[in-house]
């Protein structure tokens, strides 16, 4: 249990330890963190293989805290450094947490959310890890004997990945929910599934067509099998009825609470729409943000866009809601083969997913978002929809002078050709990619790619070692946000039962201080916020978390036990907005 006290240090000892350093009513601190193994991470970034530069607190192979404490005046930064000197800034009304040997770093952030679908899913039937249709469908018919009938039952988290060889149809699960609409959502959003009853209430039926990118699978005769893959999902999803404005404002505050939970001091949402939006913002009118929510537009939701076009991005960057940034998707998934590729996938040939236009990527209305001023982030997965989505931004940037500055993103970057990391360097394009994806796609990934165009996939070092900005997140819900595992997986490559030993592709790894810099020091440059956040020094936002264990440490000599590891407190502008009761 955090422990929390007074500091017991008297006046006039401290005083004489202190050299006779007396504190003023204004240096009075509102909170006090102390007994920590601070880490301020205000030294140089690490070489591009990993070595940390020469004003690291790292000696012989082992990483050392350069603080003890933390101290905070509203929401800024006021002190840090040694345990001792941290007194000097206690006063009557000081809240003093012992954090007991916690470890204390720069707020983390997860820079790739989608925070509404985390608090629906609290909600939805928990399909994570299931390994059979059997079982899956087992789940909805247990939630729908407590269900009355008509209702829509949701269910989420099967693998659209490790299922794509054996998708499942509409028979079973008719068969045993026949009297509730059951929509079946996927692991990462890219293929649905459902029961005949959702089908006939959504209208999909024999005669129905495909938008353009998706696909809806049918049988001999031609009607529906129950599923669709990428852009063709919003045919069966789109029917679900909406939340109400108020059940949907509670579901976005659940997800950010869990953030909150969980260790961020802030997210990147990515891909707002208008409703998110309207939540968002009577969210942080009521004060009631936990966290700080970095906005990426949707580029779906093209009267947004059209709105914000006029208003031009907000660059206060002052408050807990920050609308700068676009995102828009360019290709589909490597799982459900919607990645547009170079040539033929290796386990289907004649196929090569499908991208832009073909995907209902709006170029002309994207560049327009980047003239105004708009940073954009690009869904691309596949090594052609890499290479087509750095020819689309390095177009723009020929012809508008600032737009480089932006620091555009590409979401995912997940398999790049050998020719085109440069690509990404020479634009200023940052790769905001997640960890668990590599370690989650492992058992089917080479199957999509073959041996050796995997060797361009997920390809942090190579990232790295061409010169490139990157971000680490988790695209939850799509997969797990837990910061444990985001570092296990970027130091390790290996999966939650640790496999494979030795890692997959090792050479990709990151060091520990990389893996923890993409989610703390990086993201606040991607977000234009490396003057306010990313690093713990006086007079920066009051972000903070602390872990119960030292990730450096803990991820260089045992990464294992980094599962071990539990987010004691969350500090988002000098408010405790978490704290652990153990």
């Known amino acids: 249990m955090l422990k929390t006290c007074k500091l017991l240090v008297p006046a006039l000892l401290l005083m004489v330890f202190l050299g006779g350093c007396t504190t003023t009513p ?6 006090i963190l102390t007994n920590g193994r601070v880490y301020t991470f205000t030294w140089n970034d690490p070489a591009s293989d990993g070595t940390p530069a020469s004003g690291a607190p790292y000696q012989d192979g082992v990483w050392r805290p350069d603080a003890g404490a933390v101290a905070v005046r509203g929401d800024e930064i006021l002190f840090v450094g040694s345990n001792a000197e941290a007194e000097a800034f206690r006063g009557d009304q000081t809240r003093v947490i012992d954090v007991q040997g916690g470890t204390i770093l720069p707020g983390l952030v997860d820079s790739h959310t989608h ?53 499942p149809d509409m028979q079973l699960l008719t068969e045993r929910v026949p009297d509730h609409p059951a929509v079946m959502r996927s692991l990462h959003g890219f293929a649905v599934w459902g029961n005949r009853l959702a089908f006939e209430q959504a ?38 009825p909406p939340p109400g404005p108020d059940q949907y404002k509670a579901q976005v505050l659940a997800g950010l609470q869990e953030m909150a939970r969980s260790g961020y001091v802030a997210v990147h949402e990515a891909g707002v729409p208008t409703n998110l939006y309207a939540a968002l913002e009577a969210l942080e009118a009521e004060g009631a943000l936990p966290v700080r929510v970095y906005v990426m537009l949707s580029a779906s939701d093209e009267d947004l866009l059209r709105a914000w076009l006029d208003r031009g991005p907000d660059t206060s960057g002052d408050g807990m809601l920050m609308t700068r940034s676009v995102k828009a998707y360019y290709d589909g998934a490597l799982g459900s083969r919607g990645a547009r590729l170079l040539d033929d996938y290796s386990d289907q040939p004649g196929h090569r997913g499908v991208s832009g236009e073909n995907y209902g990527f709006n170029e002309a209305l994207v560049a327009d978002m980047i003239r105004a001023g708009f940073q954009v982030g690009i869904h691309a997965i596949g ?44 634009s ?24 050796e165009r995997v060797q361009g996939a997920y390809a942090w070092r190579t990232f790295r070692e061409t010169g490139v900005r990157l971000i680490f997140n988790s695209d939850l819900a799509g997969s797990d946000h837990n910061i444990f595992y985001g570092l296990h997986a970027a130091i390790t490559r290996r999966s939650k039962d640790l496999q494979p030993e030795g890692g997959w592709y090792p ?20 977000a234009f916020l490396e003057e306010n956040t990313g690093i713990l020094a006086p007079g920066r936002w009051a972000d903070l978390t602390v872990l119960s264990i030292d990730p450096l440490v803990t991820g260089a000599e045992e990464p294992a036990r980094l599962f071990d590891g539990t987010v004691q407190l969350t500090v988002v502008g000098g ?6 009761e153990e």
């Open 26 to 31: 204004d240096a009075e601190a509102d909170l």
């Open 507 to 526: 050479e990709q790894n990151m060091t520990p201080e990389e893996a923890v810099r993409a989610y703390t020091v990086w993201p606040a440059f991607a």
């Open 428 to 451: 200023g394009i940052i790769a905001s990619m997640e960890p668990p994806h590599a370690v989650e796609d492992k058992t089917w990934a080479e199957d999509r790619l073959g041996p």
């Open 203 to 240: 209208g999909i039926t024999a005669d129905t067509q495909a938008p353009v990118g998706g696909e809806i699978r049918k049988d001999a005769a031609g009607n529906p099998t129950g599923l669709l893959l990428n852009n063709a999902t919003d045919l069966l999803t789109g029917a679900i």
């Open 575 to 580: 408010k405790v907005v978490y704290e652990a």
């Open 383 to 426: 090594d052609a929809g890499n290479r087509e989505t750095l020819t689309f931004l390095e177009n723009v940037l020929a012809t508008d002078a600032g737009a480089k500055a932006l620091r555009h993103r590409i979401e995912h970057a997940q398999v790049v050709h050998p020719d085109d990391f440069a690509r990404f360097q020479q």
């Open 115 to 167: 925070v509404a679908g985390l608090g629906a899913n609290l909600e939805r039937v928990d399909l994570l890890d299931v390994q059979t249709e059997a079982e899956a469908v087992a789940r909805v018919a247990a939630r729908a004997a407590e269900t009355p009938p008509g209702e829509w039952i949701v269910g989420w988290g099967w693998d659209e990945g490790a299922w794509a060889n054996r998708y």
